[in-house]
């Protein structure tokens, strides 16, 4: 145990009612964590130091299985649906008596953290694991308290995660064995039946999402966050493969945070301690930062060796291509920590976009901002079966759906506001195709992508001329410092202009059907900032 005060442990232990459990060790070091983990069968070291694991049968979220109790304290808060799918009070209660007996005679690992770099709006957070290598995600991705902070730590949301305890999906009301279910009112998330340590960090995101906005007047962001030299604050938001990650560690910046961040009336904070980043095909040419950060400690899921040695072949989707890799944001050369940041003065929305119409780089007005934050547009590859090459749109609100209890024009309301306040340049950066849609044209280069952000965080695409993007109206730049020009207007990449225009007219129709489940919450600033096609234009999608 890393604490003197028994009597806060046990105190804590038995309102869980947990009071008879055997085996409990309570904030273990890595170095602990790791023998453990070894010990138990649980992974194995890498040649730089990195404890390998796998998530077993899930290799990533499963948010058909995230549930959120309805009561009175999120019955008309919440945005009920698809993403954010009702539980029942009475099935919790029982789920949950079953889960604690089958701890009892199980060792349990615990550990204490906070959730925000801003001690003004932090959240104390306490995991229950059943696997030494979880709690040690646990460490990296949280921040790690001060030994005297731990002494008498009461938290204000427990985790529960017990990976090997599956829902009987009759008796229980879940739609499968696996699970993840937040009780706002009871304070407690419950995640079974699945080994994906994701679950974990994003359940406390979810909870931040639902608290902040209202009670504290703070915008929760599923971004990435760097500083400058001089202090200068860049956000960037994006889906999965849009290179959220990637585009914010950035050698010349300063890594604040790379998934989860609030901001406040007098800046921004990351929520986590730590990284997630995603390693296939990671080569140290490109991805230096991440690169340097696998070692003791860090942990890789998924990954397999180069046959008959203990070095990680980074190439190999043999489980799955989430291939990811956690460790403390510390690893990372010159990170901010803590890690809080001054209002941004630019932020990036990025979109992997597959149909290949949109511009590499693009200047958004407020209201455009506010749309396409609802949007959360990227593209997906349908597949790599021969003669498939038709894409496919992914929107996700505020770039994180998933995570967002609330409904998302009150993300957006919030992220306007901030935006007005502040005088914030937002930018609009496709890292997929161009050219042509995926099967035909090309993916822009990250080298290409890098110079056009570090351009416009220099001010270096404040006093060039600019071209309007039909239907979408976005305003892009004919020059670039480090870009070829013939780039950045993406209908001349084309070899068929005409197949460039249906494309594009494509493209809008899928933002504005989308869009539609919001338009009635959305207010008329958010809805000038659609596409402007005529309804006699709309393309059969």
Partial sequence: MRTSNLESIFRGLSALGLSNAKGVVWNLTPAELVA??????????????ALMCDTGTFTGRSPKDRYIIKDALTEDKVWWGDINIAYDEAHFDALYTRIIHSLTYKKLYIRDAYAGADEDYRLRVRIIDTQAWHNLFCYNMFIRPEAEALQDFTPDFTIIAVPEFEADPVKDGTRAKNFAIINFSRRIILVGGTGYT???KKGIFSV?????????????????????????TALFFGLSGTGKTTLSA?????????????????GIFNFEG????????????????????????????????????????????QVTENTRVSYPLHY???????????????????????YGVLPPIS?????????????????RVAGTEVGITEPVSVFSACFGAPFMPLHPTKYAELLGTRIREHKVSIWLVNTGWTGGAYGTGRRISLQYTRSMISAALRGELDAVAY???????????????????????????????????????????????????????????????APQLPADSLVAV
């Fill in 363 to 379: 200047r958004l007005t407020e209201k455009q901002a506010m749309y396409h934050f609802i949007s959360g547009y990227t593209a």
């Fill in 198 to 200: 994701g679950e974990t």
């Fill in 274 to 317: 730590g990284c997630y980043a995603k390693v296939i095909n990671l080569e140290e040419k490109h991805e230096p930062q991440i690169w340097g950060a696998i070692k003791f400690g860090a942990i890789l899921e998924n990954t397999r060796f180069i046959p008959g040695t203990s070095t990680v072949d980074y190439t190999n989707k």
């Fill in 250 to 266: 950035d050698p010349d910046r300063r890594l604040i945070g790379d998934d989860e961040h609030g901001w406040t009336r007098k």
């Fill in 36 to 49: 453990e983990a070894i010990k138990n069968g649980e992974g194995q070291l890498t040649d730089t130091g």
């Fill in 467 to 529: 071209q309007t993007l039909p239907v979408f109206k976005l305003q892009y730049p004919l020059s670039c410092p480090g870009v070829p020009a013939e780039l950045l207007n993406p209908r001349l990449r084309w070899q068929d202009p005409e197949l460039y225009d249906l494309t594009l007219d494509k493209l809008a129709t899928l933002f504005i059907k989308n869009f539609g489940k919001f338009e009635e919450f959305a207010s008329a600033d958010i809805l000038m900032g």
């Fill in 208 to 232: 931040l999402n639902f608290l902040l906005p209202d009670q504290r007047n703070v915008l929760p962001m599923h971004c990435s966050a760097n500083m400058g030299q001089q202090g200068d």
């Fill in 332 to 354: 990372i050369p010159g990170a901010v920590i803590p890690s809080k940041g001054e209002h941004p003065t630019h932020i990036f929305f990025l979109t992997c976009d597959a």
